[in-house]
């Protein structure tokens, strides 16, 4: 598989995490999350998760599981966040390695191809879902209040993958998602 496959995320919502609705998780087959955590759902500056991810997140684990899978290796950080959704975590997981994440899908006891790996870079999140056989769903950034939405960082990621064959197409459409790989 090139390069530019592995970048190439199954789906690209347009908005944060909190755009993954019940309906779309259905649409798609998906019986797992494993979910990044900083810029995914934190900035990387706070320790805390914002209380609108709360109702989002109990309407999503009436129906499936749930896993925080994050490279950071600062354990305590990652830790209160995990406690405070009151989700399982793995904190240094050194994506885009395999292994962490092996980990998480192996504790849902599902299929790899049934759980998403959902997060907002590609180099990490996406390339190591890919890796593993995972759908995987490329996220904006939780915007909080004075938070900046983007990094220079992201755009060359989102330009190097597009030299390296990945079609991505972000935020500026009317759809609330938009699906890659079709007919793939």
């Given at each position: 598989m090139?390069?530019?496959?592995?970048?190439?995320?199954?789906?690209?919502?347009q908005g944060s995490v909190l755009?993954?609705?019940p309906a779309l998780l259905q649409?798609?087959?998906l019986q797992g999350l494993v979910l990044d955590v900083d810029e995914t759902l934190v900035p990387m500056h706070l320790d805390e998760a914002a209380t609108e991810l709360l109702p989002w997140l109990a309407e999503i684990r009436q129906r499936i599981p749930v896993w925080l899978v994050s490279n950071n290796i600062r354990q305590g950080r990652i830790g209160r966040i995990a406690q405070s959704l009151d989700l399982p975590?793995?904190?240094?997981?050194?994506?885009?390695?395999?292994?962490?994440l092996r980990q998480a899908v192996a504790a849902m006891n599902l299929p790899a191809e049934r759980v998403a790996m959902v997060g907002d870079r590609l180099f990490t999140d996406v390339l190591a879902g890919n890796r593993l056989g995972m759908f995987t769903?490329?996220?904006?950034?939780?915007?909080?209040?004075?938070?900046?939405?983007r990094s220079p960082f992201f755009t060359f990621e989102v330009w190097?993958?597009?030299v390296?064959?990945?079609?991505?197409?972000?935020?500026?459409a009317n759809s609330v998602c938009s699906q890659e790989n079709q007919g793939d």
């Open positions: 090139t390069l530019g496959k592995l970048l190439q995320p199954d789906l690209i919502v755009r993954l609705t649409q798609y087959q975590y793995i904190a240094g997981a050194g994506k885009p390695s395999r292994r962490k769903i490329l996220v904006e950034p939780m915007v909080y209040e004075n938070h900046q939405r190097l993958s597009r390296l064959g990945a079609s991505l197409v972000f935020p500026g």
